[in-house]
């Protein structure tokens, strides 16, 4: 009975995420694009299209791009996200992904950006000049 009561206890902290006291890391699926930017990181600006939406990002002094997946979740494909500022090298990360592509980021105050992304499902955006200054 109490290796029973064991295993059952067990199997329910698994399940909710706690093993030995400690809480596991949440799956990429829960991540969000501030979170996988990173901290003081705020939405701007988003592009959704057909399999992905591309969101912008700005912490007061760079912008970050990630594109998350809306079709072919957990299945790796290519999937992108670009940021180039004006006068820098453009920042690119495609490459066959499960969840979310990024993030890029560039220092960008007083600069225009073009920022984009997609998936081959669904197709690749970019932006064009803007988020001037």
């Known amino acids: 009975m109490k290796k029973a009561l064991r295993t059952l206890v067990a199997g329910a902290a698994v399940a909710g995420g706690i093993a030995g ?32 939406t591309i969101y912008l990002l700005f912490n007061g002094s760079s912008n970050c791009v990630v594109t998350f997946k ?45 920022w984009g992304g997609g998936t081959s499902a669904g197709g690749f955006w970019y932006s064009g000049w803007s988020h001037c200054g």
Do not use: F, N, W
Request: positive net charge; charged residues 15%.
């Open 21 to 52: 006291g400690v809480a596991l890391a949440s799956p990429a699926s829960a991540a969000t694009p501030a979170g996988v930017c990173g901290s003081g990181y705020s939405q701007i600006d988003k592009h959704t299209m057909s399999g992905s």
């Open 70 to 114: 809306t079709t072919s979740v957990g299945k790796a494909t290519r999937t992108g996200a670009y940021l180039q500022v004006s006068g820098k090298t453009p920042v690119e990360d495609t490459d066959d992904y499960t969840t979310y592509a990024g993030p890029v980021r560039q220092s960008a105050a007083g600069k225009c950006i073009v």
